[in-house]
Nanobody, 114 residues
Framework: QVQLVESGGGLVQPGGSLRLSCAPSGIGFRLQTMGWYRQAPGKQRELVASIASGGSANYAGSVKGRFTISRDNAKNTVYLQMDSLKSEDMAVYYC????????WGQGTQVTVSS
């Protein structure tokens, strides 16, 4: 059974940082390319960053240089370090494989506001 559980979101001021975590189960984590996605109100879900099983990462242009995706295969966990957060980063963030499975988790809300 696939389970995707995201955590680490919250309220942060512009310029602040957050670290998201996701510990999926039932997906053969170590072999999967993983991605972090986000969906802002009224917008489509978009891919923010992805990381291959070997660790090579790719980023959306809007977050490049500010976000860092990483993974710990021993812990079956993928992370998203988000620095220099902006109001436009405010969204619900999800992890999934890349390309994504049809199953999604609940996501974790990131609110950027002063």
């Amino acid at each position: 059974q696939v389970q995707l559980v995201e955590s680490g979101g919250g309220l942060v001021q512009p310029g602040g940082s957050l670290r998201l975590s996701c510990a999926p189960s039932g997906i053969g984590f170590r072999l999967q390319t993983m991605g972090w996605y986000r969906q802002a109100p009224g917008k489509q879900r978009e891919l923010v960053a992805s990381i291959a099983s070997g660790g090579s990462a790719n980023y959306a242009g809007s977050v490049k240089g500010r976000f860092t995706i990483s993974r710990d295969n021993a812990k079956n966990t993928v992370y998203l370090q988000m620095d220099s957060l902006k109001s436009e980063d405010m969204a619900v963030y999800y992890c999934n494989t890349f390309p994504p499975l049809t199953t999604w988790g609940q996501g974790t809300q990131v609110t950027v506001s002063s």
